[in-house]
């Protein structure tokens, strides 16, 4: 069997910002003539990762898939590409009944982006139910902790890309949406029961999506292993319980759930893996599966049947033809994010004649204080906070990804709770809802699920409109 057979099975990781150097252009030119897969594109300008990208397509044997984590837009990884709101957001903010037009405005902004640059396997939607609010790493990425909104949302995404020419990756099965750890540090456990987290994956598998994620993920108390290297999540449950009949790719293969297990990349291709993302090294990945073929320990069966469905992804992908990329409004892609915004609670009434002062905390940027400042002629981080300036409006930043801030300190919670329980103010969240939990003597409590600068100017604006949407949680924050 041609070493071509074994790398092309193995998906590495493209650094779009090194491609300034020689070098690295060089090793991935030669990833590509031996048989590379693909890649999985993170970080770059958009020019200058496009016109490789269709270089690497041009010298390739067969077409490469490059894929992408892009479930907030081509703009999540590469440099002046757009950014839409989170899958949350999405949920929070347009209903498939009322709103699918607008919906399609926004996922074809994303499509249009992917085909113009050259990703052809978008690494979404998330088809994780986060039923768990202390979740690192999920959260907003999700549409909502009900299965059924999941279920609906995923499959309105799957065929609108699947139709227009992107293959699509449901993540990250068999549901991450009830752990409490990101499997980029340690293996989380999956609590309680699975059947409301299969539920999008079911769905998904019927509504033809291409490739489904798996996570790495402790599924079964009594076998402490990733359900990327298990068998029976992986062939049992997903391939024959399911019949999902698409391409099986394996999260990134870099993570620390991982690191603990002997020969990860054998043990995921035997488990029913069709595709490895994102090894640490390509050719230790190659080299680990040639040696276990050369010994027996994984036999031409499973690597003929993990490259028919290679394979046949490649082949919907040959059909995939450039498009002219259209940007759209400021104003327009302002109004996205706008309706996202999601008031749980206004007990303040009329707004515009309140004097309000903007307190924030978290992991804001200088660049979001001053929008504050612009906007209310004064702003200061919570550590500054003065009483009797003016009714306190608390915003508080959070982030969800690996190493990124997803909550707030003891500290920052017990001093707004004593703000809020004196006086008369507003709570605002942007990222993760969950926070506002702790601060229901607020007299406003809004949710906005990011914490961008796009994300901001879209609650100004809707303060200045006086708290008016018509946008609702897709999760429950308050104990009933």
């Given at each position: 069997m041609s070493n071509s057979s074994f790398l092309g099975l193995i998906i590495a990781r493209f650094d779009g910002d090194k491609l300034i150097y020689s070098d690295y252009r060089k090793y991935i030119e030669k990833l590509t003539y031996e048989g590379i897969g693909g890649f999985i594109v993170f970080g770059g300008d958009y020019e200058t990762v496009k016109e490789f990208i269709f270089y690497?397509?041009?010298?390739?044997?067969?077409?490469?898939?490059?894929?992408?984590?892009?479930?907030k837009g081509v703009g999540q990884q590469i440099r002046g590409a757009t950014i839409i709101p989170c899958q949350m957001?999405?949920?929070?903010?347009?209903?498939?009944?009322?709103?699918?037009?607008?919906?399609?405005?926004?996922?074809?902004?994303?499509?249009?982006?992917?085909?113009?640059?050259?990703?052809?396997?978008?690494?979404?939607?998330?088809?994780?139910?986060?039923?768990?609010?202390?979740?690192?790493?999920?959260?907003?990425?999700?549409?909502?902790d009900d299965p059924e909104v999941v279920s609906d949302y995923g499959k309105f995404v799957i065929k609108f890309f699947e139709s227009n020419g992107v293959a699509t990756c449901g993540k990250h099965f068999p549901g991450h949406g009830s752990t409490c750890e990101d499997s980029h540090l340690t293996l989380?456990?999956?609590?309680?029961?699975?059947?409301?987290?299969?539920?999008?994956?079911?769905?998904?598998?019927?509504?033809?999506?291409?490739?489904?994620?798996?996570?790495?993920?402790?599924?079964?108390?009594?076998?402490?292993?990733?359900?990327?290297?298990?068998?029976?999540?992986?062939?049992?449950?997903?391939?024959?319980?399911?019949?999902?009949?698409?391409?099986?790719?394996?999260?990134?293969?870099?993570?620390?759930?991982v690191f603990n297990f002997n020969n990860p990349y054998v043990m995921a291709l035997k488990a029913g893996v069709d595709l490895i993302l994102h090894p640490e090294d390509p050719y230790i990945a190659l080299e680990e599966i040639k040696k276990a073929y050369r010994d027996g320990i994984i036999n031409d069966k499973r690597i003929k049947q993990a490259n028919e469905r290679v394979d046949k992804l490649r082949e919907r992908l040959k059909g995939n033809k450039n498009v002219i990329r259209q940007p759209i409004p400021f104003k327009a892609y302002l109004e996205f994010f706008k309706k996202t915004v999601t008031v749980l609670k206004n007990e303040i009434g009329d707004l515009t004649s309140l004097k309000f002062v903007p307190y924030l905390t978290g992991?804001?940027?200088?660049?979001?204080?001053?929008?504050?400042?612009?906007?209310?002629?004064?702003?200061?981080?919570?550590?500054?906070?003065?009483?009797?300036?003016?009714?306190?409006?608390?915003?508080?930043?959070?982030?969800?990804?690996?190493?990124?801030?997803?909550?707030?300190?003891?500290?920052?919670?017990?001093?707004?709770?004593?703000?809020?329980?004196?006086?008369?103010?507003?709570?605002?969240?942007?990222?993760?809802?969950?926070?506002?939990?702790?601060?229901?003597?607020?007299?406003?409590?809004?949710?906005?699920?990011?914490?961008?600068?796009?994300?901001?100017?879209?609650f100004l604006e809707v303060f200045k409109e006086g708290l008016k949407t018509t946008a609702r949680c897709p999760v429950k924050i308050f104990k009933e």
């Open positions: 690497l397509q041009s010298i390739a044997k067969n077409p490469l898939i490059i894929a992408s984590d892009i479930e957001g999405i949920a929070a903010g347009f209903s498939l009944i009322h709103n699918k037009q607008e919906l399609e405005r926004i996922y074809s902004v994303v499509v249009n982006e992917a085909k113009d640059i050259g990703i052809n396997l978008a690494l979404m939607p998330v088809l994780d139910v986060n039923t768990e609010p202390r979740n690192p790493i999920i959260c907003t990425r999700a549409f909502s989380p456990r999956v609590c309680g029961d699975l059947k409301p987290h299969i539920k999008p994956f079911q769905e998904a598998t019927v509504a033809g999506i291409s490739s489904i994620m798996v996570g790495h993920l402790s599924v079964f108390s009594s076998i402490l292993k990733p359900a990327t290297l298990s068998k029976k999540v992986i062939t049992t449950m997903l391939k024959n319980k399911l019949g999902f009949n698409g391409v099986v790719v394996s999260d990134a293969m870099s993570m620390k759930a992991a804001y940027t200088s660049q979001i204080m001053q929008l504050f400042s612009d906007y209310f002629g004064l702003a200061f981080d919570l550590k500054e906070y003065k009483a009797g300036l003016g009714i306190p409006l608390m915003t508080i930043f959070t982030e969800i990804g690996f190493g990124k801030r997803y909550f707030i300190t003891d500290e920052e919670i017990r001093k707004i709770k004593d703000i809020t329980s004196i006086e008369k103010s507003v709570v605002v969240s942007f990222g993760n809802p969950y926070v506002v939990a702790h601060f229901s003597n607020a007299k406003a409590i809004v949710l906005v699920y990011d914490s961008n600068e796009l994300a901001v100017l879209s």
